[in-house]
């Protein structure tokens, strides 16, 4: 039996002991406010950066562009010092207007480009050269301008210049011994003759244009060793465009290579390198041309005639086209032997067409 004194004691002890026991569980409930309050603060710290990052690409996206802007606008103000299109004349006494225009001149004969040149040059003067030394004559192809235009003109080389975005890249009406070599050209038409007698084209290389060359009304013109490439037309020789020689032309997917109508006559095609085109020769209403040592080659028509009469196709190299020779619709009094014929669905085919001469030709059929 505990005495008053010693049940006090235990009272005490007891209390004080709850006391403890009530001391540490709100220590450890505070430990666990704490780390609940901690655990909380870092994940908050952790989702910031990451709905900062889901911002970020924003603004970055923003300053990229802003910066492309102000780059493009850099270039374009380099590319073209010039702030508008110009016309530039050479003219009847050698001299250039306007005389700010970045073209030398020596002697009032010869002119050399001294930087690129956003407009179109008109020529005046005849027995002069223009050296575009590999600038470039930028134009305005939604204009219907013209890069360099020369009317009743003679004795004119142009020569390196790349000229680009016109209409017409180099047009020359009524002209004689005019000169055309190692240019670039790329525009809707590029070169175009019309009423023209004894001109040269030589070395030019012209691509993506719908229409590379074209003559109408033209004459005794040399188109020599020129690459034409994914052009709609190559060349076109119309209206009478008789007497040419188109010799060692290197012609690749167009539509039409070449094409003669409306009377263009007495023309020669040697040594020209035709494929992956369309149609590779084609002559309409077109008399006493002759196509001779011509390599044809991966295109759906290789040579077409219609209403053409007393044309030589001869010694030509015609392979891997669907259809080789076509003479259609009256074509008459054609020669056609000494060609090499192999892999395509026709070789030879007449419709509508008499006396006409084959002969001796070597034909290799596969299909």
């Known amino acids: 039996m505990q005495s008053k004194g010693q049940r006090n004691y235990n009272s005490g002890w007891n209390k004080m002991s709850e006391n403890k026991k009530g001391l540490k569980e709100r220590q450890r409930e505070r430990q666990m406010k704490k780390q609940r309050s901690e655990e909380a603060q870092q994940k908050r710290r952790e989702a910031k950066p990451k709905k900062d990052s889901r911002q970020l690409p924003k603004k970055k996206i923003f300053l990229a562009i802003s910066l492309i802007v102000i780059i493009l606008g850099a270039i374009f103000v380099w590319q073209f010092g010039i702030k508008h299109f110009m016309t530039i004349y050479i003219s009847a006494d050698g001299t250039i207007d306007p005389s700010t225009a970045t073209i030398s001149n020596l002697d009032n004969s010869h002119y050399t480009f001294t930087a690129d040149i956003f407009g179109s040059i008109i020529i005046e003067r005849d027995n002069i050269v223009i050296d575009g030394a590999n600038h470039i004559l930028h134009g305005e192809i939604d204009t219907n301008s013209t890069g360099i235009e020369l009317t009743e003109r003679s004795n004119v080389t142009i020569t390196n210049l790349k000229i680009k975005d016109f209409k017409y890249g180099i047009f020359i009406k009524s002209g004689s011994n005019i000169v055309l070599s190692q240019n670039d050209l790329t525009n809707e038409y590029s070169i175009g003759f019309d009423s023209c007698l004894n001109n040269t084209v030589i070395e030019n290389n012209i691509t993506n244009s719908y229409g590379a060359i074209l003559l109408a009304q033209s004459s005794n013109n040399n188109i020599i060793k020129n690459n034409l490439d994914n052009n709609t037309y190559g060349l076109n020789l119309d209206y009478s465009s008789s007497a040419n020689t188109i010799s060692g032309n290197t012609i690749t997917n167009s539509e039409d290579a070449i094409f003669l109508a409306k009377s263009s006559n007495n023309n020669s095609f040697s040594e020209n ?54 003479l259609n619709f009256y074509s008459g009094s054609n020669s056609i032997f000494g060609n090499n014929i192999r892999n395509g669905d026709v070789a030879i085919s007449l419709t509508f067409s008499s006396d006409n001469i084959l002969q001796r030709f070597r034909k290799y059929y596969r299909n």
Request: charged fraction near 15%; hydrophobic fraction near 35%.
């Open 273 to 326: 390198i035709l494929e992956k085109n369309i149609e590779g020769i084609i002559l309409d209403q077109s008399s006493g041309n002759t196509i001779v040592g011509n390599t044809i080659t991966n295109c759906e028509g290789a040579i077409g005639l219609i209403s053409s009469s007393n044309n030589q196709i001869t010694e030509n190299s015609i392979i891997d086209n669907q259809y080789n020779i076509i």
